[in-house]
Each structure stands twice: as C-alpha cells, then as structure tokens.
C-alpha cells in the first residue's frame, strides 16, 4: 500500500511597479512563503537583491567555496529571472553540479546536502552585528526557492514562529522536509501470528498477512496522513516487510506500531524506554534504562484472551536519528496503545502538555515518552503521560 501527496513550490512573480524605496520604477520581485501561518508577499528591489548577494557571496562564510558560492548564486537568480521551475533538485543537481541529466536524487544526494549547508552559512552571516540590518536571503527548510526579507519583516516572522503551536513545533522537522515522509507500518498480531505459522510452507499467504493491519492502526494512520496533508506535504506508505535501511535513509519517517514494527524495535532500542520481553515472549514490557528493574508498564501475554484494562506506548522524536534524518515513534504493546500514541502526536492539547513543568526547545531538542490509556470495552481512552524524557 502506497500513496504520494504533491506539495506546491512558493511561487514567484516578477512586477514593474513604484520602488517605495525610491521615486524610480525598477522591477520588483515577489516571493510568496511556501509556509501555511507565513507572511504574506513581500515586494524587494531587483538591484537590491543582487547588491545583496555580493556581499553575501563575498563573505568569508562562501567566498572560498564554489559549491555553496554556485549553489545560492543559481536559486538567486533563477528567482529574479522568474524561473522558479527551475529551481527544483534534479535541475540544480545538472546545472550546479555538473550531474547527468538522468541522475538518481534519491542515491546522489548532493544538493540536499549542499542546501542545508548553505542554509547554516546564511544563519551565520546574518547573525553577526555588522550584517543584522542588511536585506535578508532566506533559503527556507523544505524549499530552495530563496526568499528575500527586510530585518523588519524578518523579525515580524520569527515572532509569527515563536507563535506556532506545539503540534506545528513537534512536526516542523518533518513537513519542512523536502524529502517525502515516510510512514512505516507493521502487520496486526493477529495477522502476524498467521504469518509465522505459514511462513514455511507458503510463501504467498506471508506476503497476504504480511500486508494486514489492524483498525485502529488504520484510523491512526489516517490521523497522521490527514495532519501532513493539511500542510501540503507529500507522505509515502508502507509496511515494514517493504522497508530497507537506505530507504530510511532517504527522508524522515514515521515508525507506526510498537511491538508489531521490528524497525520501531530497533530504533527504540537505542532510547531510554524500549521494548523488551522474556525468553518465551509471554511477557512484554517498556524498560527504562535509568531503572532497568522497573517494569511497571508491562503486558501479560499468557492471558491473551482476557480483555485488555490499560496499555502502554513509547512516542519519541529524534531529530538526527541513525539514519541522518528526524524520526517519529508511535506505537504500544497493542494496537490499543499506538492508538493512544497517534492520538497523543496529532492533538495540540496531548502535545501542549510536554511543555508543562518542563523547559524544553521543540527546534532543537530530542523527545521521548512513555504514555499510558485506560482501555474501556476495546476503545482507548486518553492518552497520558507516564514519564518523559528530554536531551
């Protein structure tokens, strides 16, 4: 099962008017932000832009390189001209760096690389005092079309940001990715039972329960593609068995399902709260490396049947997981708990409350979280926070 969302490039429009800095006519170029809550068009002087630009250029943060030199120099200038289909990866990977018109971007990663490289060169140079009160070229995360900013309006978007809701701050290292967000499914325990009893004699029926999940991983999953497509963002489905580490690799990822997701196993392995489970696999529980004896949100497997009184999930964010890239868990010990896990990281008020009683910088900071649900005649109750841990 897949499904790829297009998101639409800021776009970009070249007026003759009155310069307001001036009595002359002189072209105008207007940048619309590529952000939902961004500032509106904002109209800069053409020859203001390119004065701009050799200051920048000549800098001691890209003077002596000429891959960020050409890489900026080319975004700048495809948008003055209005040529902002231009200014897409597999374009600026052939006229910046010299690669084949046919070049694989998801292996060759270069401009991606080379962007976000020239992004921290500008946050650098602006941040100096001699440079706070020149134009602002803003290359955005999620973008390479450059937009072009007086300190005013810059500030007055910084403090839009400072403005934005915890939901937007947990998300943000994701849907201003420019790569596509990966979502990981794993199979449901029932589904995943069958599998193995069938694994040795029928190759076709592992593949059929390989790709079943559970409703509640449904109606998850359809929270979680609801919240990316209301920013725009484009978004791939999969199961596990489908998933390789490069693809990881490739952008960031939503792991969705705890116990029945090996790849939310394995990543979660390396927090502080992670899965564990006895030799036999009849019983589970979330261990907590600062208290490795503690083993309070646990679950009992011996006793399958009996009806299920409260569940526990792991729900973390690592901005620079192994694989390079943010990574998002969501998932419990049944499909009770990750239901109460997708809740918790699609609803302001769950995430709102990450900031009670605790300092924490949602740009820069890594999350992780135990949280807990009463099961009330199979229906997860609201998700609560049963410990936390920041870095």
């Not at 937007?168 to 599998?195: M, Y």
């Not at 036999?280 to 503690?294: L, V």
Request: hydrophobic share 40%; charged share 25%.
């Amino acid at each position: 099962m897949a499904s790829i969302r297009s998101s639409v490039l800021p776009a970009v429009e070249m007026p003759l008017v009155a310069d307001s800095r001036g009595s002359k006519a002189s072209p105008l170029i207007e940048i619309r932000s590529g952000h939902r809550d961004g500032p509106g068009p904002v109209q800069i002087d053409n020859c203001a832009v390119k004065e701009q630009l050799a200051r920048v250029l000549g800098s001691l943060f890209f003077r002596n390189s000429d891959r960020y030199t050409g890489l900026l120099q080319y975004v700048v200038d495809s948008a003055l001209r209005g040529d902002h289909a231009l200014v897409k990866e597999r374009l600026i990977g052939i006229n910046v760096f010299g690669r084949d018109p046919s070049y694989d971007t998801v292996k060759d990663n270069v401009v991606r690389i080379a962007a976000a490289e020239v992004r921290g060169r500008l946050v650098r140079y602006y941040a100096l005092p001699e440079h706070r009160n020149e134009l602002r070229i803003v290359l955005s995360p999620g973008s390479y079309v450059p937009q072009f900013l007086w300190p005013e309006l810059t500030e007055k978007r910084e403090g839009s940001e400072n403005g934005r809701s915890a939901l937007q701050k947990f998300w943000s290292p994701l849907i201003e990715s420019v790569e596509p967000v990966l979502i990981v499914l794993g199979p449901s325990r029932h589904s995943a039972q069958k599998r193995t009893l069938r694994a040795n004699s029928d190759t076709a029926g592992d593949q059929k329960y390989s790709e079943q999940i559970s409703l509640s991983d449904a109606l998850t999953l359809s929270r979680i593609v609801s919240l990316l497509e209301s920013y725009g963002r484009e978004y791939r489905v999969e199961m596990q068995d489908f998933v390789r580490f490069r693809d990881l690799r490739n952008g960031p990822a939503v792991l969705l399902g705890g116990l029945n997701n090996q790849w939310s196993l394995s990543f979660a392995e390396h927090l502080r709260f992670a899965f564990k489970s006895n030799r036999g696999c009849t019983r589970t529980w979330i261990r907590d490396a600062n208290e490795p004896s503690r083993q309070d949100w646990c679950r009992d497997w011996s006793h399958s049947s009996a009806p299920i009184a409260e569940d526990h999930a792991i729900v973390a964010r690592v901005l620079h997981s192994v694989t390079g890239q943010a990574i998002v868990i969501a998932g419990g010990h049944t499909a009770h708990g990750t239901a109460a896990a997708g809740e918790f990281i699609t609803a302001t008020s769950c995430l709102e409350s990450v900031n009670n009683g605790m300092s924490f910088d949602w740009d820069s900071s890594n999350l992780e979280l135990v949280v807990s649900t009463t099961v009330v005649r199979g229906v997860s109750g609201p998700p609560r926070i049963a410990a936390s841990f920041l870095w």
